[in-house]
């Protein structure tokens, strides 16, 4: 069954934390991206990746990091430096490199402060 | 990225009522797509519109790409219960990827 899977569903942080989101993809695309989606803010691009071993800062990268060691993984570390982390953290790939491709989207990770 | 404006925010209708969400550029658009994302769900990829004064239908569904490739806009005939969720427009092109607006968040009542 292919497709994009995230987890964990749900994840909490404490102050001081850093946490890792997980993002797999058996779709064999070599694009992929992760977007913060707020209330009321739409998607906003944290980071994305072209190809292996490669990635590029989005609109809102500060106090996030990733690695892109296999075409099919993308984990994001929300590092303790990200003040505000609460927020549903969207996956995505596409198939090629070039940035007109429509995405395919993961079910998301719920992220939550303590 | 370039930003794409979509209104209205939110919009209540009665189930069987039609609805309409724009999407509005300053700029020239090199492509639109459209997602609908369904309550405690993920966005799922509707459509895709290049060419200018495109319109393209999906069985209640019209979109719609303007002439002069600023905006676009997103019609459902009848809509049914089924429609609830968010319809986000999102332009394509830049150098970092699509750049999504706001959505529209359809609140259907029965």
């Known amino acids: 069954d292919g497709g994009i899977t995230q987890s964990p569903k749900y994840l909490f942080r404490k102050e001081g934390q850093n946490v890792t989101l997980s993002c797999e993809q058996n779709l064999n695309h070599d694009a992929m991206y992760w977007y913060r989606q707020d209330p009321g803010q739409g998607l906003r691009l944290i980071y994305y990746?072209?190809?292996?071993?490669?990635?590029q800062k989005g609109d809102i990268a500060e106090g996030y990091s990733v690695s892109r060691e296999k075409k099919e993984s993308f984990p994001l570390t929300v590092t303790s430096a990200q003040k505000n982390p609460t927020a549903f953290y969207l996956c995505?790939?596409?198939?090629?490199?070039?940035?007109?491709?429509?995405?395919?989207f993961g079910s998301g990770t719920q992220l939550s402060v303590l | 990225g370039q930003q794409v404006m979509q209104i209205p925010q939110y919009q209540h209708v009665q189930e069987g009522e039609d609805f309409t969400t724009y999407c509005n550029s300053s700029t020239t658009l090199s492509n639109i797509q459209w997602y609908k994302q369904r309550p405690g769900g993920h966005p799922v990829f509707l459509i895709q519109l290049v060419k200018s004064g495109e319109v393209k239908k999906q069985k209640r569904l019209t979109f719609q790409f303007g002439e002069a490739k600023k905006n676009s806009s997103l019609h459902i005939t009848a809509t049914q219960t089924t429609d609830v969720g968010t319809y986000f427009c999102?332009?394509?092109?830049?150098?970092?990827?699509?750049?999504f607006g706001k959505g529209t968040h359809l609140i259907i009542q029965p």
């Open positions: 995505a790939s596409s198939p090629r490199r070039v940035h007109n491709e429509k995405l395919f």
């Open positions: 990746s072209q190809i292996v071993n490669d990635f």
């Open positions: 999102a332009r394509g092109g830049g150098a970092d990827g699509l750049t």
